[in-house]
C-alpha cells in the first residue's frame, strides 16, 4: 500500500473516531445532534391580551377579540362603527381588546390623549371623537398635538385638570413599545389587524371576524 494512501485512510480513522466522540456526547446531555436550537422568528404568544391595554367584555369570555390599531389610520376609523355595532351585539360573551400599533407623524399624541381619557374612564368615547374627527387632525407632517387636546377635552365628564396631567404619563411610551413588540412578532404588519383567540385573521373582513367569533363561541 502506498504511503499516501496510508496517509489518506489513518486521516479518514481519525475523523470517524472524532465523529462519534461528539456524538456520544450530544445522547449524554440529551442533544439531538441533527437539531439547530433556534428562537423562532415570531415565539408563540397566547391570546395577546395585557394586564396594560384597554379591555371591554368579561375576563373569563370564549372569545376574546385583539385589535392592534393606529388613531390616525383611515382604515381603523373606518371600521371602528362597525366594531362598536359587534361590540354591543357580542355584548357579555367576547371580551375586546385594544392594543396600539402607530405608523402616523401625530399617532402618539392620540395614543397619549387615549391614555389620559383611559384613566378616567372614557377610553371608547375618547377612540370615537377621534375617529370622527380624524380629517382634522389626521394625515398631517406638524405636530397636531393642541388640536387633538382640544378634541379629547371636550368629552363631557372629563376633568381637564387631570386630563392634562396623565397627557405627559412617561407609561404611555412603555405601552407602546410593549404593543409594537409583541405586535410585530405576532406578525402585524399593518392596521387594523385582529386576532381571535390568538390567531390573526388573514384578510380585512368583517364576515371573516363575525366568522371566527361564532365559531369560538360554538366550541
Known amino acids: 500500500m502506498k504511503k499516501e494512501v496510508k496517509y489518506l485512510l489513518g486521516t479518514l480513522l481519525v475523523v470517524i ?8 456526547f450530544a445522547l449524554k446531555q440529551n442533544i439531538n445532534p441533527q437539531v439547530r436550537m433556534e428562537t423562532p422568528a415570531f415565539p408563540l404568544i397566547t391570546n395577546l391580551v395585557t394586564n396594560h391595554s384597554f379591555s371591554y367584555g368579561p375576563v373569563d369570555a370564549k372569545v376574546t377579540v385583539v385589535e392592534f390599531f393606529d388613531p390616525e389610520c383611515e382604515s381603523c376609523s373606518a371600521v371602528a362603527p362597525q366594531i362598536k355595532k359587534e361590540m354591543k351585539f357580542y355584548e357579555g360573551k367576547v371580551r ?4 396600539y400599533m402607530p405608523y402616523h407623524h401625530n399617532s402618539r399624541n392620540a395614543v397619549a ?4 381619557a383611559r384613566k378616567q374612564n372614557l377610553f371608547l368615547e375618547a377612540m370615537t371623537l377621534l375617529f370622527e374627527t380624524q380629517h382634522q387632525w389626521g394625515e398631517k407632517q406638524v405636530s397636531t398635538k393642541d388640536e387633538i387636546v382640544k378634541i379629547v377635552t371636550s368629552l363631557n365628564g372629563l376633568n381637564k385638570v387631570q386630563f392634562m396631567k396623565d397627557l405627559e404619563d412617561p407609561a404611555t411610551d412603555e405601552i407602546l413599545l410593549k404593543d409594537q413588540t409583541e405586535g410585530k412578532q405576532a406578525g ?3 392596521t387594523p389587524s385582529f386576532f381571535v383567540n390568538g390567531v390573526m385573521l388573514e384578510r380585512l373582513s368583517l364576515d371573516d371576524l363575525i366568522s ?7 366550541e
Open 17 to 24: 473516531a472524532a465523529s462519534f466522540a461528539v456524538y456520544q
Open 212 to 218: 371566527k367569533i361564532n365559531t369560538g363561541l360554538a
Open 188 to 190: 402585524v404588519k399593518g
Open 96 to 99: 375586546w381588546v385594544f392594543r
Open 113 to 116: 390623549a387615549l391614555e389620559a
